[in-house]
T-cell receptor
Framework: DTEVTQTPKHLVMGMTNKKSLKCEQHMGHRAMYWYKQKAKKPPELMFVYSYEKLSINESVPSRFSPECPNSSLLNLHLHALQPEDSALYLC????????????FGPGTRLTVL | GQQLNQSPQSMFIQEGEDVSMNCTSSSIFNTWLWYKQDPGEGPVLLIALYKAGELTSNGRLTAQFGITRKDSFLNISASIPSDVGIYFCAGQRAGNNRKLIWGLGTSLAVNP
């Protein structure tokens, strides 16, 4: 299995809602990433998990809360988001955090009303 | 944050034509990656380069790691309609920071 899967594909939420994005990979990768991507822009790194521990937080607001329950799963919990948080949220994985070849999921298109 | 200089920003070509795009930086890079992104999808890794001067092919795609380690090139030969999308370069700078630096993308349109 060489895929990174993400659910849901699309999500619409209000500013007072709590929701979660999910990511899964079964390639045995030990590094997993969350990126945010605005239209026609490159992905922006948010978080890096290495061996299920948070390795990098790119000064992301606390309304985004990552979680890595096990080596195959990565969640992003969302609470009290703002309309400007609307974007494509991408999950990626790599063999480990020293391996630059990152494999991306299809993303979750998030709209905050 | 820092971004790579990627050019051209967009291209509109006829099917069958060859395509060239490049990324440059003022810093030395250890790794260059080329990704393609279709609308509404995640980036797909096309080619990874690890050594200065390295030339690597993936089907009709060929990429090179510049000998100065400050640039990389991607060529697509005999373009077809499914080549349409945004092509991003990304690289990892020499040093301890493992974070990928991204170009702003080249948007490719192919006229059948």
């Amino acid at each position: 299995d060489t895929e990174v899967t993400q659910t849901p594909k699309h999500l619409v939420m209000g500013m007072t809602n709590k929701k979660s994005l999910k990511c899964e990979q079964h390639m045995g990768h030990r590094a997993m990433y969350w990126y945010k991507q605005k239209a026609k822009k490159p992905p922006e790194l948010m978080f890096v998990y290495s061996y299920e521990k948070l390795s990098i937080n790119e000064s992301v607001p606390s309304r985004f809360s990552p979680e890595c329950p096990n080596s195959s799963l990565l969640n992003l919990h969302l609470h009290a988001l703002q309309p400007e948080d609307s974007a494509l949220y991408l999950c990626a994985s790599s063999h480990d955090r020293f391996d630059n070849e990152q494999f991306f999921g299809p993303g979750t298109r998030l709209t905050v009303l | 944050g820092q971004q790579l200089n990627q050019s051209p920003q967009s291209m509109f070509i006829q099917e069958g034509e060859d395509v060239s795009m490049n990324c440059t930086s003022s810093s030395i890079f250890n790794t260059w990656l080329w990704y393609k992104q279709d609308p509404g999808e995640g980036p797909v890794l096309l080619i990874a380069l690890y050594k200065a001067g390295e030339l690597t092919s993936n089907g009709r795609l060929t990429a090179q790691f510049g000998i100065t380690r400050k640039d990389s090139f991607l060529n697509i030969s005999a373009s077809i309609p499914s080549d349409v999308g945004i092509y991003f370069c990304a690289g990892q700078r020499a040093g301890n920071n493992r974070k990928l630096i991204w170009g702003l993308g080249t948007s490719l349109a192919v006229n059948p």
